[in-house]
């Protein structure tokens, strides 16, 4: 089997291509479908899951991601290839209907292959997630910040794109099929392994009207997208959040942050909390010793953590609807090396004893913290149906960063 395309028919580099994308291609959408099912039953508090379907679920999505960036590279080579080569002739181009129907849904077939692939890979780089490609070259893309906004847009795109593409190869198989035992050509058999003899296929003149109506299918795609709401964030039912009241303070917070990070399957997956407020005195000392007290409440629905800020904010592990805010209560204390606040956190129902160490940079009225603390998470019965540290680690990190002004 000659190598190279011909005028009447597909070389071996061609028609490799052409299975190997279709092994991949029907492999990955039913994996990324039961892997979206599962993933749908575990964030439903309705439908009881195991910490194994968590684990099964991120496998699912791993694999399904995996497969999808085979699919990104093998779809660009195949169309590097395609290129350099000469393009055998439709058997039926004296059908122009269906002649222009076919070149179309190859546009789209190899357009769909390189943007589905594209928009689920950026919505994993601009996601904390868990599930990971399986590879070792990292999981972000250059250029791609970590964004909610972004990977709700990304992730849009990629179901809408991905209907595309199934509807381009329903229509690819149905046409190959009418080929082949309707029309009784050899449309199909110059695909399959082996050497077809064929005639010389008429002298084709191929025009760009297929690539504009390939372009104009996706645009009406995704403006059905747009309009459906496809690409904007999706609300958050029981787990609303209501926004904090502002607090009296003698220093205001200005501007500052309240992440967290776990450790789901190896892998971590940072988040943060939107709405918090602290009430803070403070008056700085010669000497170690006592330096003022800190009040802070944390509006738990505020809570985005990737792909599993459902998951987190559910009965068993925040339960926002139950416990809706956590409370930070502490005395600031001065040490021979930075500063401490010591208290107690309340989660849930459980209060537990913490230290919090930070530094402090106090210049003309603006002091600037930053400290980080270590909890276990099963101290405050967080995640406990997760009793292991197979799939949820127990420790858990929390990072704050903020900037206070002394109010006059």
């Known amino acids: 089997m000659p190598i190279a395309n011909t005028t009447q028919n597909y070389g071996g580099v061609s028609k490799t291509f052409h299975w190997l994308t279709a092994l991949l291609i029907l492999t990955a959408l039913p994996i990324g479908w039961f892997a979206n099912e599962l993933a749908h039953a575990i964030e439903d508090p309705a439908i009881p899951t195991t910490p194994e379907d968590l684990q099964q679920a991120a496998r699912l999505f791993s694999l399904h991601k995996t497969i999808g960036v085979t699919v990104f590279f093998v779809a660009l080579a195949r169309i590097l290839w395609a290129i350099s080569q000469p393009k055998p002739g439709l058997l039926n181009a004296e059908n122009k209907p269906e002649a222009f129907a076919a070149e179309t849904v190859h546009w789209l077939l190899y357009g769909s292959l390189v943007l589905v692939p594209l928009t689920g890979w950026i919505h994993h780089a601009a996601t904390e997630g868990f599930a990971p490609i399986l590879w070792p ?15 709700e847009t990304s992730a ?13 190869l329903v229509l690819h198989i149905v046409g190959a099929l009418k080929h082949h035992v309707i029309d009784k050509d050899s449309t199909l ?17 191929h025009s760009p ?27 958050t039912g029981d787990h609303a959040s209501a926004e904090l009241e502002a607090v009296q303070s003698d220093w205001q917070v200005q501007e500052g942050s309240l992440a967290i990070t ?15 407020t602290a009430a803070i005195t403070f008056d700085d000392p010669a000497e170690p010793g006592p330096a003022g007290a800190v009040d802070v409440t944390i509006a738990i629905g505020s809570l985005t953590i990737g792909t599993v800020t459902q998951q987190a904010l559910g009965a068993d592990f925040f339960d926002s ?19 401490e606040a010591r208290g107690t956190l309340t989660i849930r129902d459980k209060t537990m004893d913490v230290v919090l160490p930070f530094e402090l940079d106090l210049q003309d009225g603006t ?38 002004t002394q109010a006059e």
């Open 156 to 168: 849009g795109l990629h179901f809408v794109l991905m209907l595309v593409l199934v509807g381009a």
């Open 262 to 276: 776990i450790t789901q399957l190896g892998s971590p997956v940072s988040g943060a909390f939107s709405d918090w």
């Open 321 to 339: 609807a139950q416990f809706p805010t956590a409370n930070f209560t502490a005395d600031l204390f001065k040490t021979d090396l930075a500063y």
């Open 137 to 151: 070259f990292g999981q972000n893309l250059p250029f791609v910040p970590k964004s909610p906004a972004l990977a």
């Open 367 to 404: 002091a600037k913290m930053q400290g980080e603390l270590d909890l276990n998470r099963m101290d405050y019965d967080v995640g406990t149906t997760q009793p292991t540290e197979d799939s949820l680690a127990f420790a858990v990190k929390v990072a704050v960063e903020l900037t206070a």
């Open 189 to 205: 058999r110059r695909m399959l392994p082996g050497r077809v003899d064929l005639p010389e296929p008429p002298t084709q003149w």
């Open 209 to 235: 009207a297929p690539v504009i109506a390939a372009i104009a299918v996706w645009a009406v795609a995704i403006s059905i997208g747009w309009f459906d709401g496809a690409y904007s964030a999706h609300p």
